[in-house]
């Protein structure tokens, strides 16, 4: 069974920056692609970014390109380095997990075969 914790979330204001972490464990992740979804209060859970089991490609929804980076520094760790922060960005933040051999880019939660609990990220205008 795989574990997922995210941490790094927070309060910041409009413009300001946060990096949000996701430690794995319980087994190694390193044929797996990783994902970042959110959730703000009211609506749906949605795709942020996604990376590849091997960090050699990233996708990233159209309301964050040039501001949030994915990346991972090995199977157990990913990160979601999120700049110019906007009010908008306020949700909760998940990481996820979904074995490589998935279509790319993975956006729909449903092929996701792990998930963290989540961590709050709270823009202020």
């Known amino acids: 069974q795989v574990q997922l914790v995210e941490s790094g979330g927070g309060l910041v204001q409009a413009g300001g920056s946060l990096r949000l972490s996701c430690a794995a464990s319980g087994r190694t992740l390193g044929s797996y692609h990783m994902g970042w979804f959110r959730q703000a209060p009211g609506k749906e859970r949605e795709f942020v970014a996604t990376i590849t089991w091997n960090g050699g490609n990233t996708y990233y929804t159209d309301s964050v390109k040039g501001r949030f980076t994915i990346s991972r520094d090995n199977a157990e760790n990913t990160y979601l380095q999120m700049n110019s922060l906007k009010p908008e960005d306020t949700a909760v933040y998940f990481c996820?997990?979904?074995?490589?051999?998935?279509?790319?880019?993975?956006?729909?939660?449903?092929?996701?075969?792990?998930w963290g609990q989540g961590t709050q990220v709270t823009v202020s205008s």
């Open positions: 996820a997990a979904v074995r490589y051999g998935r279509r790319w880019p993975p956006v729909s939660r449903d092929i996701y075969d792990y």
